[in-house]
């Protein structure tokens, strides 16, 4: 069965400077999907950034980038220029290929950006 | 596109009440998913369908039933409804197993 790890609870940056979330899952397939989701107060999961596991060059959107490293089994988010809209918890998931498959979240973390 | 949308947002519920939470996408989407989410934890999976009539159970089936008649609609039906189904449920989409699209959430309360 597939894990996913988010081992910090939460973490604080200051307004414009640069955070990164870590995140690592067990696996024995080679081709997955690999996400990071966004649930801010208001509830709503928002997509932030998806990578294919199959795909050597990390994902980027705006000022959301991964550093994806798969012999380690790693997933990391970087925010770049953190803005008060930032503050959410963030959830690392991970989904096979393929019917019936079930994406796995990890427990999330939160965020909070300091003024 | 609307994308997900589901009602009702919020409802307060006695136990041993039923309800259905209706979730729509306009995405063409086959896939659909139910998940719940309790405080402070991430989402687990209660049922999901991989086209119309077809659904399967998830993680946390135990108290829930769904249909899926058409590939837009994906009810959930709470039935006799216990303090342990308190949390906000949500709704998803994707196109085969790919990134999934959530609605907005329902929160419910039983008392």
């Known amino acids: 069965a597939q894990t996913v790890t988010q081992s910090q609870p939460e973490m604080s940056v200051q307004e414009a400077e640069t955070v990164t979330l870590s995140c690592t899952y067990d696996t024995s397939e080679s081709n997955y999907y690999l996400f990071w989701y966004k649930q801010p107060p208001s509830r709503q999961m928002i997509l932030v950034i998806r990578q294919e596991a199959y795909k050597q060059q990390n994902a980027t959107e705006n000022r959301f980038s991964v550093n994806f490293q798969k012999a380690a089994k790693s997933f990391s988010l970087k925010i770049s220029d953190s803005q008060l809209g930032d503050t959410a918890m963030y959830f690392c998931?991970?989904?096979?290929?393929?019917?019936?498959?079930?994406?796995?979240f990890g427990k999330g973390i939160t965020l909070s950006v300091r003024p | 596109n609307a994308g997900v949308t589901q009602t009702p947002k919020f409802r307060i519920l006695k136990i041993g009440q039923s309800m259905t939470l209706q979730c729509t996408q306009d995405?063409?989407?086959?896939?659909m998913y139910w998940y719940r989410q309790d405080p402070g934890m991430g989402l687990k999976l209660i049922y999901y369908s991989v086209g119309a009539g077809i659904t399967d159970k998830g993680e946390v089936p135990n108290g829930y039933n769904v249909s899926r008649s058409t590939t837009e609609d994906f009810p959930l039906r709470l039935e006799l409804a216990a303090p342990s189904q308190t949390s906000v449920y949500f709704c998803a989409s994707s196109y085969l197993t790919q990134t999934q699209y959530f609605g907005p959430g329902t929160r419910l309360l039983v008392l």
């Open positions: 995405m063409n989407h086959n896939y």
């Open positions: 998931a991970f989904i096979l290929p393929g019917a019936n498959s079930k994406l796995t």
